[in-house]
């Protein structure tokens, strides 16, 4: 299992692999250098293969990061699972998402 997290050419960050309890460590840790900046940030999840509930707690340690420096983020190509994870968790709600 393993995932990668990468800046694009138009400064987005996308997400690509498995996010599971085996890889939102490694993914927490690199993403922390990449969440720094000005304006808003879009994470691309399109790239997912497969989620679960580590997913949604990944999401939601980004949102509160870039949220506690007052700087805006979403999420943009949610996959489905991850989406029905959070409508079951009563957490869709705080989910930033942007159109695809």
Do not use: H
């Not at 460590?25 to 808003?40: K, P, T």
């Not at 506690?68 to 489905?80: A, K, L």
């Amino acid at each position: 299992m393993s995932a990668t997290i990468r800046r694009g050419d138009d400064n987005n960050l996308y997400i690509s692999g498995e996010l599971g309890f085996a890889t939102v460590q490694d993914l927490l840790r690199q993403g922390r250098g990449l969440l720094n900046g000005q304006g808003r940030l879009i994470i691309d999840l399109a790239g997912v293969t497969r989620t679960d509930s580590a997913g949604l707690a990944l999401m939601l340690e980004w949102l509160g990061e870039r949220r506690s420096c007052g700087q805006d983020i979403c999420f943009r190509n949610v996959p489905e699972s991850l989406l029905e994870i959070a409508q079951v968790s009563n957490l869709a709600g705080l989910l930033p998402l942007a159109e695809g």
